[in-house]
């Protein structure tokens, strides 16, 4: 049975995600439905004289087959981390939109990579609550530079965008972000939905650099409850910080890592990136498998002071947050330390964390004696 949401399924004065606004119980059905409305739309590319991967579908990118070539697209929005920007900068006088963009940025180009392509281009939505929002120009700038940053980062050309004055529709002084990517598999070999992931292959999980930019509602819903909010001393870091500049560090972006791994002759049988619904996005192929853990990441300090006070157990906490590990790679036994080594020479640690089995679709994390069942992560047919 899935896990619940409701404050009664969790200890005591904890918090929790449903809570906060955001019950995948009741948003995830939807994504279902949308995803059985979409597949017969795939017929209209016969016409073009393309058609669909049919198997990218309900993966984190959608794949057509252009002949020599695959194409890949995604659209992904930040989501509420940007409110946790506007609140720090009224406290400190800081804009903290250059990561704010990279965050925006990570959240489409990270799931692109999933299926194993090359970003080529984004496309930048900013949806502000009125033309105003525009006038802070230390933060406009912040955000324009920021997302050119990212871009040169990840080699990916920008190609346009939308900015939109939302008045009515997106709150006055808030700004709704979100950006479009489009990419290249080439050649088709680099493909990675999983076609080939079988029993005996490793799990190798790359670092994340905190919280990313998923589960920030929560993460909002304890800052109201801390006696200096934002500006809470971030306890368990090893270096100084507030909660609130912990929660800011922009997330990772992993196609340096994609790329150095292919360049590798690395063999990418599938991969994740770890975003809502935590460490069950392991579990998002269809098949009948079972992923065991058995050597966990150390936890990064905000996430481990965000499941002290919110008094979160290790179930609710990997269910929902990526708890030290952004992204992960499932590789040939035999390839798996040097995928681990060629990520760590590229600069973001990575460790060969555990292995694909023989049995039912169901994640097995050993050092916590957690196991999360297959029908605990409906996002696809």
């Given at each position: 049975?899935a896990?619940?949401?409701?404050?009664?399924?969790?200890?005591?004065?904890?918090?929790?995600?449903?809570?906060?606004?955001?019950?995948?119980a009741?948003i995830?059905?939807?994504?279902?439905d949308?995803?059985?409305a979409a597949?017969?739309?795939?017929?209209?590319?016969?016409?073009?004289?393309?058609?669909?991967?049919a198997?990218?579908?309900g993966?984190?990118?959608?794949?057509?087959?252009?002949?020599?070539?695959?194409?890949?697209?995604?659209?992904?929005?930040?989501g509420?981390?940007?409110?946790?920007?506007?609140?720090?900068?009224?406290?400190?006088?800081?804009?903290?939109?250059?990561g704010?963009?990279?965050?925006?940025?990570?959240?489409a180009v990270?799931d692109?990579v999933?299926?194993?392509?090359?970003?080529l281009?984004v496309?930048a939505?900013?949806?502000a609550?009125?033309?105003?929002?525009?006038?802070?120009?230390e933060r406009?700038?912040?955000?324009?530079?920021?997302?050119?940053?990212?871009c040169?980062?990840?080699?990916?050309?920008?190609?346009?965008?939308?900015t939109?004055?939302l008045?009515?529709?997106?709150?006055?002084g808030?700004i709704?972000?979100?950006?479009?990517?489009?990419?290249?598999?080439s050649?088709?070999?680099?493909?990675s939905?999983?076609?080939h992931?079988?029993p005996?292959?490793?799990i190798?999980?790359?670092?994340?650099?905190?919280i990313?930019?998923?589960?920030?509602s929560?993460?909002?819903?304890?800052?109201?409850?801390?006696?200096?909010g934002?500006?809470?001393?971030?306890?368990?870091?090893?270096?100084?910080?507030?909660f609130?500049?912990?929660?800011?560090?922009?997330?990772?972006?992993?196609?340096?890592?994609?790329e150095a791994?292919?360049?590798?002759?690395i063999?990418?049988r599938y991969?994740?990136?770890?975003?809502?619904?935590g460490?069950?996005k392991?579990?998002?192929?269809?098949?009948?498998?079972?992923y065991?853990?058995?050597?966990l990441?150390d936890v990064?300090?905000?996430?481990?002071?965000?499941?002290?006070?919110?008094r979160?157990?290790?179930?609710?906490?990997?269910?929902t947050?990526?708890m030290?590990?952004?992204?992960?790679?499932?590789?040939?036994?035999?390839?798996?330390?040097?995928?681990?080594?060629?990520?760590?020479?590229?600069?973001?640690?990575?460790?060969?964390?555990?292995?694909?089995?023989?049995?039912?679709?169901?994640?097995?994390?050993e050092?916590?004696d957690?196991?999360?069942g297959?029908?605990?992560?409906?996002?696809?047919?």
């Amino acid at each position: 049975m899935a896990a619940s949401n409701s404050p009664a399924a969790h200890p005591a004065g904890a918090l929790s995600y449903g809570a906060s606004g955001v019950d995948y119980a009741r948003i995830d059905p939807l994504k279902l439905d949308a995803q059985r409305a979409a597949l017969a739309t795939g017929a209209h590319l016969d016409r073009h004289g393309f058609s669909e991967v049919a198997s990218s579908r309900g993966e984190s990118a959608y794949v057509v087959d252009v002949g020599p070539f695959y194409l890949a697209s995604i659209v992904e929005c930040l989501g509420s981390k940007a409110l946790v920007a506007d609140a720090m900068a009224a406290l400190t006088g800081k804009s903290a939109y250059a990561g704010i963009a990279q965050d925006t940025i990570a959240m489409a180009v990270n799931d692109l990579v999933t299926v194993g392509a090359t970003p080529l281009v984004v496309q930048a939505y900013w949806a502000a609550g009125g033309s105003d929002w525009f006038n802070d120009a230390e933060r406009a700038e912040a955000l324009v530079a920021g997302w050119k940053r990212a871009c040169d980062q990840c080699g990916i050309s920008w190609g346009g965008g939308e900015t939109p004055a939302l008045a009515g529709i997106v709150e006055g002084g808030r700004i709704d972000l979100a950006a479009a990517c489009t990419g290249i598999v080439s050649p088709k070999t680099r493909l990675s939905l999983g076609d080939h992931l079988a029993p005996g292959d490793a799990i190798v999980l790359l670092a994340s650099s905190g919280i990313h930019a998923n589960g920030l509602s929560l993460a909002r819903q304890l800052a109201e409850r801390l006696p200096r909010g934002y500006l809470t001393p971030l306890t368990e870091s090893a270096v100084p910080t507030s909660f609130g500049a912990a929660l800011l560090e922009p997330t990772v972006l992993y196609p340096p890592i994609t790329e150095a791994l292919y360049r590798a002759g690395i063999r990418v049988r599938y991969a994740v990136n770890i975003t809502g619904h935590g460490w069950r996005k392991l579990m998002r192929h269809p098949a009948e498998l079972t992923y065991r853990i058995r050597q966990l990441p150390d936890v990064p300090a905000v996430l481990a002071f965000i499941q002290n006070e919110a008094r979160l157990d290790a179930r609710t906490a990997y269910g929902t947050f990526n708890m030290g590990a952004g992204f992960a790679v499932f590789v040939p036994a035999e390839d798996a330390e040097r995928a681990a080594a060629v990520a760590r020479k590229a600069g973001v640690d990575a460790w060969v964390a555990g292995s694909v089995e023989a049995g039912p679709r169901r994640l097995v994390i050993e050092p916590l004696d957690l196991e999360y069942g297959g029908d605990e992560l409906g996002v696809r047919l």
